[in-house]
């Protein structure tokens, strides 16, 4: 079946600009997250939606960073004024139901290039 | 809180020989965990996970873990390695609802 849907794969953008990165998830799950990989940091987390709730902000690294799930289901990550330390891949991953033992279903993630 | 160690950043083996990737976990309580490999420019894919049923948790392609309390371990292993075994592995451990990421293992596969 489909599985979680990352678009772009790739984007490059120059440093300074507004980025928006898009993730679709599994069909009928109901938690999202977002997850920064970079070399040396390893998998950082970002923002948690489950449902209805108020969203898990906790992981943003800064202002500039922010996300919107809408209707429950398709989410983007938007980075304004874009620095070259943003530079990572953008994982983002479904769970069917927030159990604890509901594995996470990631996407092949968004390589963000800021020059 | 919760945290995983990965005790070895990078493991080579022969193909055919057994792998052993090891993690140890510390969790406020009853963790369940997960092994995840990644394979250059793709996504997490799960591996296995362990959620209390059973100690000894067989994966995909033939990987099998064993959980120990008593060690607080959650060691992957594989009695005999293929090339396509080449990728980063990482152990994680699920609280509530966040996961924290061991620092992952790279594994090279030698002919």
């Known amino acids: 079946g489909a599985g979680v849907s990352q678009s772009p794969s790739n984007k490059v953008t120059e440093k300074g600009k507004d980025v928006e990165l898009r993730c679709d998830p599994i069909s009928g799950h109901t938690a999202l997250y977002w997850y920064r990989q970079s070399l040396g940091q390893g998998l950082e987390f970002l923002i948690y939606?489950?449902?209805?709730?108020?969203?898990?902000k906790s992981g943003l690294p800064s202002d500039r960073f922010s996300a919107e799930r809408t209707g429950g289901s398709v989410s983007t990550l938007t980075i304004q004024r874009t620095q070259q330390e943003d530079s990572a891949v953008y994982l983002c991953a479904s769970s069917l139901a927030e159990t604890q033992n509901s594995p996470l279903h990631f996407g092949n993630g968004t390589r963000l290039t800021v020059t | 809180a919760q945290s995983v160690t990965q005790l070895d950043s990078h493991v080579s083996v022969s193909e055919g020989t057994p792998v052993l990737l090891r993690c140890n976990y510390s969790s406020s309580y009853s963790p369940s965990l997960f092994w995840y490999v990644q394979h250059p420019n793709k996504g997490l894919q799960l591996l296995l996970k362990y959620t209390s049923a059973a100690t000894l948790v067989k994966g995909i392609n033939g990987f099998e873990a064993e959980f120990k309390k008593s060690e607080t371990s959650f060691h992957l292993t594989k009695p005999s390695a293929h090339m396509s075994d080449a990728a980063e592995y990482f152990c994680?451990?699920?609280?509530?609802?966040?996961?924290?990421f061991g620092a992952g293992t790279t594994v090279t596969v030698r002919a």
């Open positions: 994680v451990v699920k609280g509530d609802y966040k996961l924290s």
């Open positions: 939606f489950q449902g209805n709730s108020a969203p898990d």
